[in-house]
């Protein structure tokens, strides 16, 4: 079992700046790739970023040259650097890890993520 803790979210405004944090803990030997989502109310989960576990990246389109995604596996943290946060940024921020070898995925309770205009 793996368990995932986001902290870092709050409230910003617009062109602001937020950096959240997910920290790992029980079988961190079965993690592989990870990632943040998000999810606006209303609306389905989106991708905002993944990383695998040799550091190889992707990004969501509407986070492009925005978003930072990193991780550090001695810490068993991964983080995300947000930068020029728009109100559209606005969403519940959720933590994913790719655990048991890669057949099961595991989710953080979320982090809120508000931004005002």
């Known amino acids: 079992q793996v368990q995932l803790v986001e902290s870092g979210g709050g409230l910003v405004q617009a062109g602001g700046s937020l950096r959240l944090s997910c920290a790992a803990s029980?079988?961190?030997?079965?993690?592989?790739?990870m990632g943040w989502y998000r999810q606006a109310p209303g609306k389905q989960r989106e991708l905002v970023a993944r990383?695998?576990?040799?550091?190889?990246?992707t990004y969501g389109d509407s986070v492009k040259d925005r978003f930072t995604i990193s991780r550090d596996n001695a810490k068993n943290t991964m983080y995300l650097q947000m930068n020029s946060l728009r109100p559209e940024d606005t969403a519940v921020y959720y933590c994913?890890?790719?655990?048991?070898?890669?057949?099961?995925?595991?989710w953080g309770q979320g982090t809120q993520v508000t931004v005002s205009s």
């Open positions: 994913n890890a790719e655990g048991d070898w890669g057949r099961v995925d595991y």
């Open positions: 029980g079988n961190i030997l079965s993690i592989g790739g």
């Open positions: 990383i695998s576990r040799r550091g190889t990246i």
